[in-house]
Structures are given as C-alpha cells and as structure tokens.
C-alpha cells in the first residue's frame, strides 16, 4: 500500500488529481497505521497526495473555474 500510495501521488501530480490525491493519502494513512515497513514511501505518499490537493487548488484559483488545464 506504501508503494501504491507513492505511485498514485506521483502520477497524480499531473492527471486526476482529484481523484488521485485523496486515494494516494487515504493509501499512506492505511499502511501507516498497520505498520509498514516502507515508512518513507508511505511519507512521501502522504506528501505527494497533499500536493496534488494543493496544485489543484492553485490552479483552479488561478482560473477561477472548477477545472484547469496547460493549454491556457
């Protein structure tokens, strides 16, 4: 579950993450509390979820609409 939560922030720093971000931390948060033994990639998991919330929440700010993208 550490790796998938680690996978699953990575990639949701550049698609869904909406959707991405939240299983990512909700992933590290399970495999925290049953005691991993890959404490750092459930950190950085938990880390990269909550960055894909907040570049969300950036960039939706920044157009003031609900969804974003590159293009302009």
């Known amino acids: 579950m550490a790796v998938a939560s680690f996978v699953l922030g ?3 720093l ?3 993450n909406l959707f991405l ?3 990512a931390i909700v ?3 399970i495999s925290l509390w049953r ?3 890959r404490k750092g990639r459930a950190l950085l998991g938990l880390g990269l979820g909550v960055a ?3 570049v969300l929440a950036t ?3 920044m157009d003031d609409t ?3 993208g590159l293009a302009g």
Request: charged share 5%.
């Open 10 to 12: 990575l990639v949701g």
């Open 14 to 16: 550049l698609v869904l």
């Open 21 to 23: 971000g939240p299983v």
């Open 27 to 29: 992933l590290a948060g």
């Open 35 to 37: 005691g991993t033994t």
């Open 52 to 54: 894909d919330l907040v």
């Open 59 to 61: 960039l939706v700010s």
């Open 66 to 68: 609900v969804s974003w």
